[in-house]
């Protein structure tokens, strides 16, 4: 079997354990309590159980030990510290994120446990050796004193844009899903241009990535019958950053060879476009009004596409083409390369802003509300009030009458 389709069939396979795992969380969540209940800054309108990325995570260890036993990837796991680096960080950032779920910690409390998990990156082996900077053909190579501040900076980084973008139904692991996908074709294609090395494990950890938010979203997709909470968000960010400094920041030119000014390192930023985008304009607007950068606000991407009309499924899908756009405008130069090749994506992309700006759904009810925090979590021994135990009652009660599918 071809090193692609191994690939293939571990996203598959960490999708079906993502979609049977998500039944077993679910429950477990509802029982113990980890349920976010609705009020008025939320956009739900029901108890929901929360957690969902331990479904996601048990699937990503599981993959990642499956492919530790086939043959045909024997070189990435062989001599090297790396697979099992980002497996460890990858449960420690989840435990952050978890007990943020459960208790929410303070925003400094929480980058301190992102930056730990970023140190066990480091010190695994999977980080970004050398930087190549846009419109300059010379590569720096990073100093060891350097490389551990640009794998924390990369963590958080990702990180926080996955969790922030994580305000409707679906779409963080939509978006998720569609970046993983195309960072994944995107280094195979690397390594048949012989610019990646087949033993890189970038390629192995996406297409996993990929699966997982595949099998979450029919759980997930509105209307959400659990979230992934900070936990899986996070998760997820560090999983993403993982695969895309073990590949941009090794690949040795690829500027050159048909991304004109591209660099191996601004690939995730266009791939990631969305949430990256989102989080940068919820920085400039929130120093500006001289409010923590933490504190929430209604301005966020899916918030003003609701504002403007839209429901919440058409927002989470204008947001999920938008991924889809950028992730094709890196890919198909890899696939053709003539520069009118761009025309399809330019063309796509004038389209979704014309549907976006112009096709609101003014009359849509209950869609259009602001915003919601996943963060007031129900559970034994919190102090909720005795609304939230009603409805948390009446969530399991409706668990047990109906199963969670779509």
Not at 171 to 191: D, E, H, K, P, T
Not at 203 to 213: D, F, N, Q, R, S
Request: net charge positive; with cysteine.
């Amino acid at each position: 079997m071809s090193h692609s389709a191994l690939l293939v069939g571990l996203g598959l396979l960490s999708a079906l354990i993502t979609y049977g795992a998500t039944f077993v969380v679910r429950r477990v969540a509802l029982a113990k309590g980890a349920v976010v209940v609705p009020d008025a800054r939320k956009v739900h309108d029901r108890p929901t159980p929360t957690l969902g990325g331990a479904a996601m995570l048990l699937a990503f260890l599981i993959s990642m030990t499956l492919a530790w036993r086939i043959p045909q990837l024997h070189g990435i796991f062989a001599n090297s510290s790396g697979p099992l680096g980002v497996m460890l960080a990858a449960v420690l950032i989840f435990a952050v994120g978890m007990v943020d779920d459960l208790r929410e910690v303070s925003p400094p409390a929480k980058v301190a446990g992102q930056v730990l998990a970023a140190t066990v990156l480091y010190y695994a082996g999977d980080t970004m050796y050398s930087v190549k900077i846009p419109l300059v053909n010379q590569i720096f190579v990073l100093s060891p004193s350097v490389t551990p501040l640009l794998t924390a900076l990369w963590v958080v980084g990702i990180a926080n844009a996955i969790n922030l973008i994580d305000g409707l139904d679906g779409l963080a692991a939509g978006i998720v899903a569609i970046a993983a996908g195309s960072f994944a074709l995107y280094s195979v294609m690397l390594q048949h241009l012989g610019l990646l090395s087949a033993d890189s494990m970038g390629p192995l950890v996406a297409a996993i990535t990929a699966g997982a938010c595949i099998g979450f979203l029919p759980h997930n997709f509105h209307p959400a019958k659990i979230f992934m909470g900070d936990a899986g968000a996070l998760t997820l960010g560090l999983l993403m950053a993982a695969s895309t400094s073990v590949v941009g920041g090794r690949t040795p030119d690829v500027s050159g060879h048909t991304y004109f000014f591209f660099v191996p390192l601004v690939i995730p930023l266009f791939i990631l476009g969305v949430p990256m985008t989102d989080t940068f304009l919820a920085v400039v607007r929130r120093t500006a009004r001289r409010s923590g950068v933490a504190t929430a606000d209604k301005a966020h991407l899916h918030h003003r596409l609701m504002q403007m009309g839209h429901g919440h499924r058409r927002s989470v899908l204008i947001l999920w083409a938008w991924t889809a756009i950028l992730s094709g405008f890196v890919l198909y130069p890899l696939v053709f390369s003539h520069g009118n090749g761009l025309v399809p994506a330019l063309v796509m992309a004038a389209g979704i802003s014309l549907y976006t700006a112009f096709w609101p759904r003014r009359h849509h009810g209950r869609h259009g509300r602001g915003l919601h925090s996943r963060k007031s979590v129900a559970h034994p021994g919190s102090g909720g009030a005795s609304e939230a135990r009603d409805r948390l009652a009446s969530a399991r009660s409706q668990a047990d009458a109906t199963p969670a599918k779509r």
